[in-house]
């Protein structure tokens, strides 16, 4: 029973564009959401979070949104660059001190 | 600046060998944790550890043992490996724990595959 979902496995975009990445969460108990971004025999880096006590958390190209109503978050990419190619995890936490993580999207930006 | 370090990188064992995977992190965190990333699965937590001397299960934990003997160290042993253990293994630490904005950071990944 997976806690949180990604429920798409790839996502290709057009440099320039807007990419938008999106995660559902099952568990009403998680208050803090996390993105890491991971490239090929990489560990994931960390990209950006939000409490939820917010709706929207914002870092340069990078905006994660939060309803918390319908369990869901996305995160925003705009411009989308080449570079942005990887496979973008979420992850939620609550008290458990533990992060719960999706199964990743696969993003491909077209030069 | 190291950071989080993870050996051997690669491994390839027989069914039934033993073998331990070896986290280092010099970033002074108190948490750490072991995760498995199998295709379609995402990452899944084995085990991890609020501090020195503190082991706590995970969601995936059987097959598996850990020791954090040191701050800076810690340890996930695989006692008598199973083809169901042929993984990617990630080694994390935090400074904080998850639920209170923890940012983990990660080790490069040691693949494990079992014959």
């Known amino acids: 029973d997976q806690q949180v979902k990604q429920n798409s496995p790839s996502l290709s975009v057009q440099e320039g564009r807007i990419s938008i990445l999106n995660c559902d969460y099952t568990n009403s108990m998680f208050d803090y959401f996390l993105w890491y971004k991971k490239y090929p025999a990489e560990g994931p880096t960390f990209l950006i979070s939000i409490s939820s006590i917010k709706d929207k958390n914002e870092d340069g190209r990078f905006t994660v949104f939060l309803n918390k109503s319908a369990k869901h978050l996305s995160l925003h990419i705009v411009p989308s660059q080449p570079g942005d190619s990887a496979v973008y995890f979420c992850a939620a936490s609550g008290s458990a001190r533990q992060l719960t993580f999706g199964s990743g999207t696969q993003l491909t930006v077209l030069p | 600046n190291a950071g989080v370090t993870q050996t051997p990188k690669f491994r390839v064992l027989k069914t039934g060998q033993s073998m331990t995977l070896l986290c280092a992190q010099d970033?002074?965190?108190?948490?750490m944790y072991w995760y498995r990333q199998d295709p379609g699965m995402g990452l899944r937590l084995i085990h991890y550890s609020v501090g020195e001397g503190t082991t706590a299960k995970g969601e995936v934990p059987d097959g598996y043992n850990v020791s954090r003997l040191k701050k800076q160290n810690f340890l996930l042993g695989l006692e008598s490996a199973a083809p169901s253990q042929t993984s990617v293994y990630f080694c994390?630490?935090?400074?904080?724990?998850?639920?209170?904005?923890?940012?983990?950071?990660f080790g490069e990944g040691s693949r494990l595959t079992v014959l």
């Open positions: 970033m002074n965190h108190e948490y």
């Open positions: 994390a630490s935090s400074r904080l724990g998850g639920s209170m904005g923890g940012e983990l950071f």
